[in-house]
């Protein structure tokens, strides 16, 4: 890898953590120069703008996330060892964050959700790949014959989401984990009742 390939990476990652925690909006140029050590012409000179930078750290902080979940699905045959899976795996990002702040999903959702239409539609990319993910195992399932055929694999890739992502906000809102924790409990269990009556 070329310096100039090494320091843009250096910047995407360093810049990944800040874009989290503080948000697009409240992120300033000072911030960037602090986290990556560069001045602002070193910044620039691999980022048209901050909200190229904005768009390329969202991407690398989305891309770790699918490793993990790549990772964890690894060896799980069933579906519902699948879903059960993609479940501990979020829930780990309170024990063991890939980036600071949490949920990079969130964030950007909530935080571009009416002020950066760039940073939205990668967001709702993103959003997209994980329910794509969730329905295809979802799907998998059904034709197995281990899932319910009559469910709608949309609606619990809906709720499965849902409730993670809720659960994680209230966790982080509140510095309790508990409502994290109370989420997996009741996924694991939802999961479970799909399963077709043996």
Not at 24 to 45: E, F, P, R, V
Not at 121 to 132: C, E, K, S, V
Not at 170 to 176: A, E, Q
């Amino acid at each position: 890898m070329s310096k100039a390939a090494l320091t843009r990476s250096h910047i995407i990652q360093q810049s990944a953590e800040v874009f989290n925690q503080f948000g697009y909006a409240g992120t300033s140029l000072a911030d960037l120069m602090a986290a990556t050590g560069l001045k602002k012409g070193g910044i620039y000179n691999h980022f048209a703008s901050k909200d190229e930078l904005a768009i390329a750290a969202f991407e690398y902080s989305v891309s770790l996330v699918q490793q993990r979940y790549a990772v964890a699905l690894r060896g799980q045959r069933s579906a519902v060892a699948r879903l059960s899976a993609v479940v501990h795996t979020f829930c780990a990002t309170i024990d063991e964050p890939l980036l600071k702040g949490c949920c990079p999903l969130l964030n950007t959702a909530i935080d571009s959700d009416h002020a950066h239409d760039g940073l939205k539609g990668r967001a709702q990319a993103a959003m997209d790949r994980w329910r794509t993910m969730l329905l295809i195992i979802i799907r998998y399932g059904q034709k197995h014959g281990d899932i319910q055929p009559e469910l709608d694999p949309d609606v619990v890739a809906t709720i499965v989401i849902a409730t993670l992502e809720g659960a994680v906000m209230m966790s982080g809102l509140y510095g309790d984990r508990t409502h994290l924790d109370r989420a997996r409990s009741h996924l694991i269990g939802y999961i479970d009742s799909l399963l077709v009556p043996s």
